[in-house]
């Protein structure tokens, strides 16, 4: 199989998912199954370009099944948090906001949306397949740290979430701020560890070898994810309906706290 014909079949089946998300979502189904369907869907892309046999891109197995299992437990861990908070839970703030910005062409509008998520996921899904296809003959220190830098983003962003759900869950605790905890480190603990496990498929991919060039356009993967994530549909809109929802608790909170880097709380 040609990388060309890897690719074309990938972003062709990324489309399709989530056209069928849109479809769902149109008829009624909670908006947040847009993000778990998506979270599966850069996870299953990833691993399977990770371990397809292309002829032009010569790869080490050990170094190929590494990086799939990566991409797979983030994907896995991620898109089942967000169906499990989403079968249990009402819809998305974020895409309520977005829908009632687009009005009554909202459909042909949550399409087009959508259709360009399907292609940030085949650019993420490259960052993995460059990685997994660093032809280095032998695993060296960057497989190391690119592998400690994943586990510990996946594990930083599952205790995120797992410390905001503990927060919610206390009755006492209804229409406050959650500051505890790594939210007392980052407004976005879990945007920052979910931006922070694509730096470690770039290293990964960089390796220490200068004979493959093709690795330095992994850090597309952290670049794309910090920007979507810090300036477009991931802080942005949540802090937006956060202020509308919290007022001023949720003033004082900014003033304390880091938007994104994790820093000590600010004195007031």
């Not at 990324?14 to 869907?41: C, E, N, P, Q, Y």
């Not at 010569?58 to 967000?82: D, K, N, T």
């Not at 292609?119 to 400690?148: C, K, M, R, S």
């Amino acid at each position: 199989m040609s990388a060309a014909a890897a690719f074309a079949a990938t972003a062709v089946a990324l489309s399709l998912a989530m056209t069928v998300a849109w479809a769902a979502v149109t008829r009624g189904a909670k908006s947040g199954w847009i993000d778990a369907t998506w979270s599966f869907l850069v996870g299953a892309a990833g691993v399977t370009l990770a371990l397809a046999p292309i002829q032009e891109w010569p790869a080490h197995p050990a170094r190929q099944w590494l990086v799939a299992g990566l991409a797979a437990l983030w994907s896995l861990r991620l898109g089942l948090h967000i169906a499990l908070r989403t079968a249990r839970g009402a819809d998305d703030p974020r895409y309520a906001a977005l829908r009632r910005e687009w009005g009554e062409g909202w459909r042909k509008e949550l399409f087009k949306f959508l259709q360009i998520q399907a292609a940030a996921a085949l650019l993420l899904a490259a960052a993995i397949f460059l990685a997994a296809h660093n032809p280095a003959p032998e695993l060296v220190w960057t497989d190391a740290l690119g592998i400690i830098i994943v586990l510990a983003a996946i594990a930083g962003e599952g205790m995120a979430d797992a410390q905001l759900a503990r927060f919610r869950n206390v009755p006492s605790n209804r229409g406050a701020v959650c500051d505890t905890g790594l939210w007392g480190l980052s407004r976005h603990p879990n945007y920052f560890f979910q931006w922070l496990g694509w730096t470690g498929y770039a290293a990964i991919a960089i390796g220490v070898a200068d004979h493959y060039p093709w690795g330095w356009a992994a850090l597309a993967g952290p670049v794309f994810m910090y920007a979507i994530l810090v300036h477009a549909s991931g802080v942005p809109p949540l802090e937006a309906h956060m202020l509308r929802e919290r007022g001023d608790a949720y003033r004082d909170y900014q003033r304390r706290v880091n938007a994104f880097w994790p820093g000590p709380p600010r004195r007031m």
